[in-house]
């Protein structure tokens, strides 16, 4: 199973959700989402390139609030907006993202 395919299937919970869908590829980089519950999502960042790379997440181009709360590898507490993320070559990155 590919790097993305178990992300995806990582965050979709017990038979909610189908598995996320793509939202956004920018170049290299893509976004994924699934919604979890009516107030909750996951997000995965992927790097399909060779080089490093910046994916700017912007809630409204998604269709999140412009504030939520994230969850990274610890909490990053409410964001406004949106952020950048850096990816190496290959990578991928994974968020909860609360209402």
Do not use: Q, Y
Not at 43 to 57: F, H, P, Q, Y
């Amino acid at each position: 199973m590919g790097v993305l395919a178990l992300v995806l299937v990582m965050l979709a919970p017990c038979g909610l959700g189908d598995g996320g869908k793509r939202a956004r590829v920018d170049g290299d980089g893509e976004i994924w989402v699934e919604a979890v519950s009516k107030d909750e999502w996951g997000l995965a960042l992927v790097n399909r390139g060779e080089k490093t790379i910046s994916l700017d997440v912007v809630w409204t181009e998604l269709g999140l609030p412009v504030r939520v709360r994230v969850w990274g590898k610890k909490p990053w507490g409410v964001v406004h907006g949106g952020f950048a993320e850096k990816l190496a070559p290959g990578a991928c990155a994974v968020f909860r993202v609360k209402r």
